[in-house]
Every structure is written in C-alpha cells, then in structure tokens.
C-alpha cells in the first residue's frame, strides 16, 4: 500500500529545450507521482509522446494561442477523476496558465502567473490576474476542496526569497502590493507555503536571471511555489531544489508528502 506522494515543480522555459537538456530523462528517475509544469512554449502539434506520457505519467495541458507562449501542463500516475482546463474564460485561458486534476476532494494546480517585468501593460496584466485568481481558488475552498497549487507565482514573498531584495524593492516580482496579495491570498484561502514550512530559514532560489553571472554567483529568486491546505501541508516531511543540472532559467521544486494523498482525501 502507498504510504507517501512526491510531487515536482518545474517551470521549464520551453518543454522542447528542457527536453534537450535531458528534463524528461531526470524525471524518470524521480518516482513523482504529480508533476507540474509552467512556460510550455509549445501546441499541441509540437508535443511529441515523450512530452505527454513519460515515464507512466499522463500529461494534461493548457496551450497558449500564441505560439511559442506561456502554456502550462499537469502530469499525474494516477488517472483523474476530472481535468479542468483553464478558470477565467477570458484573457488568461488565451495565455494558458491553469490546469487543475481533481482527485476526490484532491485538486493538484498547475498555474503560471503573469510577469510584470517587461512593460507597465504586462504589470497591471499581473494585477488583473491576481484580482480574479483569489477568489476562483477560495470559491474552490468553499467547496471543500484541498489543494495543492504549483506553479511560477513570478512573486518574492519575504526578503529571504531574492538575494538582492534592497534593489528590487521597485521592481516587479517583490513590490509591496505583490508581495502584501501573496500574504492575504495565502491566509484567506488558508494555505501554506510548504517550501519555507520545511525550511524557514533556507536561502534557496528557483530561478536566476540570464543576466550576467547571475547563476553562477547564485544571485536568484524563489518565485515558484508548491502551496497547501492544511490538510495537506502538515504531512510534508521532506523539500529539495535540484540545482546539479540546468534544465531552464528555473529549478525544479521537489516535496515529499508523508502520505497518500489521493486516499486521505478520498470521498
């Protein structure tokens, strides 16, 4: 009988060059049970078999209409009770950025957030999103759900989370407003940031900017999270970030779970 889950998350900046820096090949050696995925960069039509079911893991994906765009995926063992594709039936269905497997009373997220960075347009786009995100998942927690919600939040919660956080304190991904949505989201929807539940006082970053030698000085960013309902967090018992390859401009985001987490909520 299965007694623990192991779940991964991975923004991938593009599933066809994670692939070619040997993604697909690691995973198969990580016994996950659920693995989520941001920044596909890819359609239906460039998803080869390996990209859907590896390693015995069912693929499911929200593509961007852009080609080349956003896009995220979800990868489960187990077969779904139901997949949602998509929450907003608007602007951010067209960029692909949710896909939810519902297990039970178990909902497994996969979400991209928007950045901000690189116009005014984009940052008051992210703010949009965060608007109608909040209340889609605490419409979810009415309902009695618990979840687990991966995903690039494109959001430094705390000054622990970016080495350099005096310099981004005007910059998008750690301004107050962002950083003070992330705290009220988390408490009204009662989640738990596992990562730094486990590690409270860990400097660990899961993406580092292309710029300089900013990789190579460790000079990062924690903006991807694995996020839980208290029902779930409390049996987290062990978290890594696997920095020893390079797969993206990101690093996977590894969570062991004390239990099975599909039986300890089933109906």
């Given at each position: 009988?299965?007694?623990?889950?192991?779940?991964?998350c991975?923004?991938?900046?593009?599933?066809?060059s994670?692939?070619?820096?040997?993604?697909?090949?690691?995973?198969?050696?990580?016994?996950?049970?659920?693995?989520?995925?941001q920044?596909?960069?890819?359609?239906?039509?460039?998803?080869?078999?390996?990209?859907?079911?590896?390693?015995?893991?069912?693929?499911?994906?929200?593509?961007?209409?852009?080609?080349?765009?956003?896009g995220?995926?979800?990868?489960?063992?187990?077969?779904?009770?139901?997949?949602?594709?998509?929450f907003?039936?608007?602007e951010?269905?067209?960029?692909?950025?949710?896909v939810?497997?519902?297990?039970?009373?178990?909902?497994?997220?996969?979400?991209?957030?928007?950045?901000?960075s690189?116009?005014?347009?984009?940052?008051?786009?992210?703010?949009?999103?965060?608007?109608?995100?909040?209340?889609?998942?605490?419409?979810?927690?009415?309902?009695?759900?618990?979840?687990?919600?991966?995903?690039?939040?494109?959001?430094?919660?705390?000054?622990?989370?970016?080495?350099n956080?005096?310099?981004?304190?005007?910059?998008?991904?750690?301004?107050?407003?962002?950083?003070?949505?992330?705290?009220?989201?988390?408490?009204?929807?009662?989640?738990?940031?596992?990562?730094?539940?486990l590690?409270?006082?860990?400097?660990?970053?899961?993406?580092?900017?292309?710029?300089?030698?900013?990789?190579?000085?460790?000079?990062?960013?924690?903006?991807?999270?694995?996020?839980?309902?208290?029902?779930?967090?409390?049996?987290?018992?062990?978290?890594?970030?696997?920095?020893?390859?390079?797969?993206?401009?990101?690093?996977?985001?590894?969570?062991?779970?004390?239990a099975?987490?599909?039986?300890?909520?089933?109906?």
């Amino acid at each position: 009988m299965k007694t623990s889950t192991r779940i991964i998350c991975a923004n991938l900046n593009g599933i066809r060059s994670a692939s070619s820096k040997g993604f697909f090949d690691w995973l198969g050696t990580q016994g996950a049970d659920f693995v989520c995925v941001q920044e596909l960069k890819a359609q239906a039509d460039n998803m080869q078999t390996e990209f859907m079911v590896p390693h015995d893991l069912k693929g499911h994906f929200h593509y961007a209409q852009k080609k080349g765009y956003s896009g995220v995926g979800l990868y489960s063992r187990a077969t779904p009770d139901e997949v949602i594709i998509g929450f907003d039936d608007g602007e951010f269905d067209a960029e692909g950025r949710y896909v939810e497997a519902r297990f039970g009373k178990l909902s497994v997220i996969s979400v991209y957030f928007p950045s901000g960075s690189s116009a005014p347009e984009r940052q008051e786009a992210k703010y949009r999103f965060l608007d109608v995100f909040l209340p889609h998942i605490a419409a979810l927690r009415a309902q009695g759900r618990e979840l687990v919600i991966c995903g690039d939040v494109n959001i430094a919660h705390h000054e622990i989370d970016l080495k350099n956080w005096k310099g981004n304190l005007k910059n998008s991904g750690f301004l107050p407003e962002e950083r003070a949505w992330l705290s009220q989201f988390m408490q009204t929807v009662e989640l738990h940031d596992v990562y730094r539940t486990l590690e409270p006082n860990t400097h660990q970053y899961t993406w580092w900017s292309n710029r300089g030698q900013a990789r190579a000085n460790n000079v990062g960013w924690r903006i991807d999270y694995q996020l839980a309902t208290p029902a779930i967090a409390q049996h987290a018992c062990a978290t890594s970030v696997y920095t020893e390859r390079m797969f993206s401009d990101h690093a996977p985001i590894i969570m062991d779970y004390r239990a099975d987490l599909i039986q300890l909520t089933a109906v």
